[in-house]
């Protein structure tokens, strides 16, 4: 395509869309979006577009999106192309001018949230294309009200969680481990599987192929030192010793699933592509720069963290969880454990009414001085109150702390959806505040000013 060519889309395109610059906006690839897959603490609404066409469903979104706080925006839609001619911008102009038409409150959040642009990969026809994702995906939050004992309620559902993460020794990865028995779930017509010169089509019952357990094991091992993790279900022992099963290889970056959690990069098969491979050039107005980009792989990132006497002030209202297990994982770690000096749990309130609260003295604070009684005060202080409003008392937790603990490195694990309702407090934390960010795409202005002011460090700031 000629510099002329891509000059007069742009301008077309700025024209119609009314000079939108997208300058949150970031690209990525994946194999292929799960419309059905969870994303913890968040609330999700989706528009579907079908492929290669602009009309978005106009059927009502969840009653509770207009209440809630949007987060994130994702737009999906396939690499693969029916014609050579086709231009996959004029495409994705007329779905955001639906998007704007159709659900203008939403759009008119485009510059104000992360918004990425997520090509699928997989499909290779029209016919594969067209059991794809193709349209918006909306994150959205709603805070937590309500009973905190009942057990159907989110909060419990959390504390059900955080008490099986100490079960099972941390573990947050959720993928199949070599040699393991796993059913095959998420599959969906046309999704067809290469196994080991097998095509398997997941849309057929009886998909299944006879093959002896210990070739199965001696396989998986073999399969492991290419980078891919063997899934298969145990259907039962047929004649012979042989093994009835359903069986899938699939590249261990992109496994579990393939849809990603909006605050997780680099994690589950999702990859960013270079702005050059990208028609985010054409979109945007100006260059694109994040300079307040952070990780979502908070585990990595708190291993490059290198201090002692270590204490956490932890967040652990609502939409933490997942944050709060990567935590754990690494703050149980045989090099880490003896370097932590002390914990600190905070919850905005302990269940107070929102109207109540004062800067301060908004209480919910926990400490952990001893670790073997982490749980039990965590599971305690989550059961007494989970946030209420989108606003948290971090920095009366932090000083909270330092009155305790003393002299220390100090880790805010902070909730990057929630404004801190006390940063008239910045003043008196004389000392360097580190900040762990989490549900973050990029750190919001008012956690990027703590670490300024202070001499701490964003830990996971890429």
Same mark, same amino acid.
Request: contains cysteine; aromatic residues 10%; hydrophobic residues 40%.
């Given at each position: 395509?000629?510099?002329?060519?891509?000059?007069?889309?742009?301008?077309?395109?700025?024209?119609?869309?009314?000079?939108?610059?997208?300058?949150?906006?970031? @690209?990525?690839?994946?194999?292929?979006?799960?419309? #059905?897959?969870?994303?913890?603490?968040?609330?999700?609404?989706?528009?579907?577009?079908?492929?290669?066409?602009?009309?978005?469903?106009?059927?009502?979104?969840?009653?509770?999106?207009?209440?809630?706080?949007?987060?994130?925006?994702?737009?999906?839609?396939?690499?693969?192309?029916?014609? #050579?001619? &086709?231009?996959?911008?004029?495409?994705?102009?007329?779905?955001?001018?639906?998007?704007?038409?159709?659900?203008?409150?939403?759009?008119?959040?485009?510059?104000?949230?992360?918004?990425?642009?997520?090509?699928?990969?997989?499909?290779?026809?029209?016919?594969?294309?067209?059991?794809?994702?193709?349209?918006?995906?909306?994150?959205?939050?709603?805070?937590?009200?309500?009973?905190?004992?009942?057990?159907?309620?989110?909060?419990?559902?959390?504390?059900?969680?955080?008490?099986?993460? &100490?079960?099972?020794?941390?573990?947050?990865?959720?993928?199949?481990?070599?040699?393991?028995?796993?059913?095959?779930?998420?599959?969906?017509?046309?999704?067809?599987?290469?196994?080991?010169?097998?095509?398997?089509?997941?849309?057929?019952?009886?998909?299944?192929?006879?093959?002896?357990?210990?070739?199965?094991?001696? $396989?998986?091992?073999?399969?492991?030192?290419?980078?891919?993790?063997?899934?298969?279900?145990?259907? $039962?022992?047929?004649?012979?010793?042989?093994?009835?099963? #359903?069986?899938?290889?699939?590249?261990?970056?992109?496994?579990?699933?393939?849809?990603?959690?909006?605050?997780?990069?680099?994690?589950?098969?999702?990859?960013?592509? +270079?702005?050059?491979?990208?028609?985010?050039?054409?979109?945007?107005?100006?260059?694109?720069?994040? @300079?307040?980009?952070?990780? $979502?792989?908070?585990?990595?990132?708190?291993?490059?963290?290198?201090?002692?006497?270590?204490?956490?002030?932890?967040?652990?209202?609502?939409?933490?969880?997942?944050?709060?297990?990567?935590?754990?994982?690494?703050?149980?770690?045989?090099?880490?454990?003896?370097?932590?000096?002390?914990?600190?749990?905070?919850?905005? $309130?302990?269940?107070?009414?929102?109207r109540t609260k004062k800067i301060g003295k908004t209480g919910g604070i926990h400490f952990v001085d001893n670790l073997k009684n982490l749980q039990k005060i965590l599971v305690k202080a989550m059961g007494r109150g989970n946030g209420g409003d989108l606003?948290?008392?971090?920095?009366?937790?932090?000083?909270?702390? =330092? +009155? =305790?603990?003393?002299?220390?490195?100090?880790?805010?694990?902070?909730?990057?959806?929630?404004?801190?309702?006390?940063?008239?407090?910045?003043?008196?934390?004389?000392?360097?505040?580190?900040?762990?960010?989490?549900?973050?795409?990029?750190?919001?202005?008012?956690?990027?000013?703590?670490?300024?002011?202070?001499?701490?460090?964003?830990?996971?700031?890429?």
């Amino acid at each position: 395509m000629t510099r002329f060519s891509l000059l007069f889309i742009f301008t077309m395109l700025c024209a119609c869309s009314n000079a939108q610059t997208f300058e949150k906006a970031k @690209p990525y690839y994946i194999l292929k979006y799960d419309a #059905k897959s969870n994303v913890t603490g968040f609330e999700v609404a989706t528009i579907k577009s079908p492929f290669a066409s602009e009309r978005l469903s106009k059927r009502p979104l969840p009653r509770n999106c207009s209440k809630g706080k949007i987060v994130a925006i994702d737009y999906y839609y396939t690499q693969f192309r029916s014609a #050579k001619s &086709f231009q996959q911008i004029g495409l994705d102009e007329k779905r955001f001018a639906e998007l704007k038409k159709l659900h203008p409150s939403i759009h008119s959040q485009i510059d104000s949230v992360p918004v990425r642009f997520i090509e699928q990969t997989l499909a290779k026809t029209i016919k594969e294309a067209q059991f794809f994702f193709h349209g918006f995906v909306v994150y959205y939050q709603v805070p937590m009200t309500g009973s905190t004992s009942s057990r159907s309620s989110p909060r419990a559902k959390e504390i059900r969680l955080i008490n099986k993460l &100490f079960k099972n020794n941390f573990e947050l990865d959720d993928s199949p481990k070599f040699g393991e028995i796993r059913e095959i779930k998420g599959a969906h017509p046309n999704d067809l599987l290469h196994v080991w010169g097998n095509i398997i089509d997941l849309g057929t019952p009886d998909s299944i192929i006879e093959v002896d357990e210990g070739d199965i094991r001696a $396989g998986v091992m073999k399969a492991s030192e290419n980078e891919f993790v063997t899934c298969y279900q145990q259907v $039962g022992l047929q004649e012979n010793d042989k093994m009835a099963i #359903k069986l899938f290889r699939v590249p261990k970056k992109n496994y579990p699933g393939t849809s990603p959690s909006p605050f997780t990069e680099g994690m589950y098969g999702l990859i960013e592509k +270079n702005y050059e491979q990208s028609k985010l050039r054409a979109l945007s107005a100006r260059k694109q720069q994040f @300079p307040n980009a952070v990780s $979502g792989n908070l585990l990595k990132s708190l291993d490059e963290f290198d201090s002692d006497s270590i204490v956490l002030i932890i967040d652990i209202t609502g939409s933490m969880v997942e944050s709060i297990a990567q935590v754990l994982k690494w703050l149980h770690q045989e090099e880490v454990l003896p370097k932590i000096k002390g914990i600190v749990l905070f919850n905005d $309130g302990d269940g107070r009414k929102d109207r109540t609260k004062k800067i301060g003295k908004t209480g919910g604070i926990h400490f952990v001085d001893n670790l073997k009684n982490l749980q039990k005060i965590l599971v305690k202080a989550m059961g007494r109150g989970n946030g209420g409003d989108l606003i948290e008392n971090d920095l009366e937790a932090v000083l909270a702390a =330092r +009155n =305790r603990y003393g002299i220390a490195s100090y880790i805010l694990v902070a909730d990057n959806l929630a404004h801190p309702r006390d940063l008239p407090l910045l003043i008196d934390v004389d000392f360097p505040l580190n900040l762990l960010m989490c549900n973050a795409i990029e750190t919001a202005i008012y956690y990027q000013n703590i670490p300024k002011k202070t001499g701490g460090i964003i830990i996971n700031s890429k």
